[in-house]
């Protein structure tokens, strides 16, 4: 139990474009989803907490206009790189928080998807 | 904010060795304290976690200590095998109650040599 999934697992795009990244829990309802972004050799960054039918928190210089965060279910979010550029390649992670009773603390993470912007 | 110290940022030793990686964070009111592993290009897997209502908390061939005073928290890994090298990542939270931000540490690159 406690999968989640994440749509899609890399995408390349040019300079400029949109692009939608889904994460979802497959077993369980997530009152709360985690976008993180991870370069590489390095640590996971929150960017924001995002919470079932309520706007996202992002975390201090991340900019919420170019990073769309949707939490339309209990069990979808959705990050939206809006007018990508190159310095926006990263892989994104995002994990769920579950909220039955036996642990809703722990943090179940998706496999993560690689933007390439070029 | 919180502040989440991670040390070593690497670490090598020989198969059946012994592996202790520690961390510190910044925030008293941090509750929980969970440990992630993450072998290249996969997804972050927790391993333990521990909650600062206890001191120690073992599985099998992991644990893990809390020094709430200290404000510090390690990972300790008997008999290690190779299959243990991956990035190990240690946390922060406040857990439940809270939104349940995790603050993460830097991260350890554990190489088990055979």
């Known amino acids: 139990g406690a999968v989640v999934s994440q749509h899609p697992s890399w995408v390349i795009c040019k300079s400029g474009t949109s692009v939608k990244i889904e994460c979802r829990s497959l077993d369980f309802q997530a009152t709360t989803m985690f976008w993180y972004r991870q370069f590489p050799k390095q640590s996971l960054m929150l960017m924001a907490t995002s919470n079932e039918g309520s706007k996202a928190t992002y975390e201090q210089g991340v900019e919420k206009d170019k990073f769309l965060i949707n939490h339309a279910s209990l069990t979808l979010s959705t990050l939206t790189v809006t007018s990508a550029h190159p310095e926006d390649s990263s892989f994104y992670i995002c994990s769920a928080r579950d909220r039955r009773g036996r642990s809703t603390d722990t943090q179940y993470f998706g496999p993560g998807t690689r933007l390439t912007v070029l | ?114």
């Not at chain 2, 509750?31 to 333990?48: A, C, D, H, S």
């Open chain 2, 1 to 114: 904010g919180e502040n989440v110290e991670q040390h070593p940022s690497t670490l090598s030793v020989q198969e059946g060795d012994s592996a202790v990686i520690k961390c510190t964070y910044s925030d008293s009111a941090s509750n929980y304290f969970p440990w992630y592993k993450q072998e290249l290009g996969k997804r972050p897997q927790l391993i333990i976690d521990i909650r600062s209502n206890v001191g120690e908390k073992k599985d099998q061939r992991i644990a893990v200590t809390l020094n709430k005073t200290a404000k510090h928290f390690s990972l300790h890994i008997t008999e290690t095998q190779p299959e243990d090298s991956a990035v190990y990542f240690c946390a922060a939270g406040k857990g439940w109650g809270s939104q349940g931000n995790l603050i993460f540490g830097k991260g350890t690159k554990l190489s088990v040599k055979p």
